[in-house]
Structure formats: C-alpha cells, structure tokens
C-alpha cells in the first residue's frame, strides 16, 4: 500500500477551515460548499481542531443548541489526531478503524498539508487493485505462458 503523500496528490490543495470562533453554522457552510463531512479548526495558522457534521449534530443539534450562536471551539474535537506524509496508508486505515476517525489532518515538519479520509484510503487501494489487475492481465497476454 502506499503512502499519505501520494493519497494527497489525488487530491486538491485546498485547505477547508474555519476558526474556533466561528459560528458552528460557518463550519456547515463550508461543509456544504465543499462537499465535504468535515472541516478543520485553525487559529493564527494552527491547527487547534476538526470539526465533523457528525459534532454538529450531536453536539448542537440534539442538545437544541443554536448553530448561528455556538462557536465551533465549543463542539470541535480538539487537538486532533495526526499523520505525516510518509506514513503508509495501511496504519492509517488501522488507526481510522481502531479509533473511529474518518478524518486525519496531514502535517509535514509541522505544517498543515492536507487531510485524508477513509474514502481516500479506499480509492487508493482501489487504484492498487485495479493497477495489479493491469499488470496481471499483461502477464497472461504476452508474458505468461503460450503468450
């Protein structure tokens, strides 16, 4: 399986954020916009936190909280959670699986680079397959035997 960096390099260099002084409704804007389940927390170019539609609901929504009155600070996991672009993306998966993340932000001498998700992971090993898939396929063609 391969690494973090090459997950990250099928994907845009947008960084989806919002401050933990923003209204939880801002995170969901962004969520929305972006298509995506999450968004990270970051103050004065920091990575503080992430926050997921799944905070929002459980932590404002359920509670009967107002999401243009809750700052994200309030619902967002702090201090997340990360990884480095070397990393091989099977711990990865494990580490997702075993604690339940489905974000992990991505940090290279301590700079945000990125985050990946375990729908990353899955196209990547989909990538693996499909590339196995090719080389096996030329071996019975031409290389294999009677080819």
Do not use: W
Request: net charge neutral; aromatic share 2%; charged share 25%.
């Amino acid at each position: 399986m391969s690494t973090v960096k090459s997950a990250l390099a099928h994907k845009s260099r947008a960084l989806i954020h919002v401050r933990s002084d923003n209204m939880v409704v801002e995170a969901l804007l962004q969520m929305r916009d972006n298509r995506v389940r999450s968004v990270l927390v970051i103050d004065d170019s920091v990575l503080v936190g992430i926050v997921t539609q799944g905070d929002c609901a459980i932590k404002v929504l359920l509670p009967g909280l107002d999401a243009k009155q809750t700052p994200v600070g309030q619902v967002m996991t702090r201090n997340p959670v990360t990884v480095k672009p070397d990393d091989p993306l099977q711990a990865c998966m494990a580490m997702m699986a075993v604690r339940g993340f489905r974000h992990l932000p991505v940090l290279d001498a301590g700079k945000l680079v990125g985050v990946i998700s375990v729908g990353d992971v899955v196209k990547d090993i989909i990538r693996d397959l499909e590339h196995n898939v090719d080389d096996l396929m030329g071996y019975i063609m031409k290389d294999g035997p009677g080819g």
